[in-house]
């Protein structure tokens, strides 16, 4: 190995951790693709704000309350069913993010 290629790999392993080239190609690949999910997450999210602002627009309206428990206690049993724990943990995140905005 020459010693731009040792530099090229050492650069790598620091990186991404791995310690070998093959195995820094492979992490490298999917944080790309896991940066690519969470552009995603972060737009469906805030899709889903949007959503809850006409809901809660339309509730208050109509002389109801901005936020339904009822509601909010099925989205938490829904995430939790579907991702156990951190599930409920990640829906208190969402429903926090959607409360309030109007």
Do not use: F, N, W
């Not at 093959?22 to 995603?40: K, P, Y």
């Not at 809850?52 to 829904?78: C, D, F, K, N, P």
Request: glycine share 10%; hydrophobic share 40%; charged share 25%.
């Amino acid at each position: 190995m020459t010693a731009t290629a040792t530099a090229a790999a050492a650069a790598a392993g620091e990186k991404t951790g791995a310690r070998t080239d093959e195995a820094a190609g492979v992490i490298t690949g999917a944080r790309e693709r896991i940066d690519a999910l969470d552009d995603r997450i972060i737009g469906l999210i805030q899709e889903r704000m949007a959503v809850s602002t006409v809901i809660q627009e339309a509730r208050i309206t109509s002389g109801g309350r901005r936020v339904s428990l009822s509601r909010e206690m099925e989205v938490l049993g829904h995430y939790s069913e579907a991702l156990g724990k951190p599930g409920t943990s990640l829906a208190m995140t969402l429903l926090e993010l959607c409360r309030g905005r109007i």
